[in-house]
Every structure is written in structure tokens, then in C-alpha cells.
């Protein structure tokens, strides 16, 4: 019975989203509500503005800059993450104890 | 690994695979690519290193020391650039107004402050990429 209920609810909400999918704009449609001014200005205007003839990268590194930035600190974030968790053993034994050591007088 | 076939193409190979990674960052402005994709292939070419001639010379290589510099250093260097901009004209991160020379479309040295950016970039993808690497190996080993 909860199976029977959990398909109907997946079928349901699968039939939402591929009516959805239908009603989106056809690749390249020139009335797409993605191709408006701002597409436009990169075109037309992003090599005197930035001087790059890479559009991507002068969205990438000059319109979006600050946005790309926050990229890099993600990847600074989970550096820091996973450095902090799983910490290479390179202190020597008289500064402290390693990780070993602490997990075997923890258990 | 000890297999001399694997290790001979790996020598050959990794100085031309981290070539191509400078040259898709150094043209991050001219041709598809940039920081994130020169910055892949540079990592990758060292986590190749390590998967064949083993964690230890791999250190020796990129030790923790280094992968600390350039992680900080490529980000502040990213900040550093933002910062001239917020100096020189009020904005953070400003290109050509706060005075990056322009130069002429296409050329290497053009675009203001998008190769250094992208330089930047390149170096904290590449040295993510190989710390993450090199500490979950390690971690296997103990």
C-alpha cells in the first residue's frame, strides 16, 4: 500500500516535470527569455569594454569577477576542510601528539 | 607502480601535459579555457606523478609547504587585483578603469587584469586539485 502510494506520487510529480520540460523555449529560439539585452551587450560590446576576444572569460574574470572570487573560496573552503579533518601526520613526536595517538587514547 | 613502460611515458608525458595547462591559462582571454581548465590539467598531471612514482617523490615534488604558498597565494593574488581596482576607482575588481592597460584585442598581453586573474585561478585549482589528493592518499596509509 505505501509502495502503491510513493509510485503514484513519483509517476505525479515525473509527469509535472517533463510537462514542464516541454514548455520550455527550443535551443536557439530567438523569442527565449535567456536571449535578452544583457546577451546582447556581451556580444556586442565586450571586446572594447575588457579588451579580451574570449567572451567567456571576460564574463568570467571581468563582468563576473567578484562572482568567481567566490568560487575560489569555495575551493580555499574545502581545502581548509579536508586538511583540518583528515591532517597529514607531519608534526614530529615532541610537539604533541599525532592523530594516531589521540584516536587510540580516545578509545 | 613498478612497471618501466608506464614510468618512462609518465617522465615524457607530464612535462608536456603541464605545458598545455600554462598555455590554457596564459590564453584564458584569447581561446576557450582559463583558469579552472589549465589549472585541471596541471593538477592532473601531478596526480599522474603521484599514481605512478608513489606519495613519497610525489612530496618531494609538491610538498605541504608549497601547496600552502600557492594555496593562499592564488587567492590573494585574485584579492590583490580586486583591491588596486578598489583603490584606483572605487569598485572592487574594476578592469580597465582603474587603468589595467587594454592593449590590442588578441594580442597575449592584453585584456587588463584577466591573465592575472587567470593565472590566479590557475594556481589555486591546480594546487586543490593535487593537496586534496596527496592528503586522502596519506590518510590511507597510516
Redesign the interface.
Known sequence: MKKRLKTILFLTLFAVLAYNILEMPRGGDINSPAYNEATEHFIEKS?S??????I???I???YR??D??GE??V??T??VA??SV?????KPESEGKT??EEMEDAS | MNNLIVSTITRMVVPFIQLYGIYIILHGHISPGGGFSGGALIGTSLILYTLVFGVKKAEKKFSHRVSEIAESGGILLYIAVGLIGMIVAGSFLTNLGAGFPKGTPGELISAGMIPILMIGIGIKVASTMITLFHTLIEEEDV
Not at chain 1, 49 to 54: D, R, S, Y
Not at chain 1, 86 to 90: F, G, K, N, S, V
Request: net charge negative.
Open positions: 571586446e569594454e575588457t579588451g579580451a576576444i574570449n567567456i572569460g571576460a568570467l574574470t571581468d569577477a567578484f568567481t572570487l575560489t573560496i575551493l580555499f574545502s581545502i579536508v586538511v583528515l591532517r597529514p601526520d607531519a592523530r594516531k
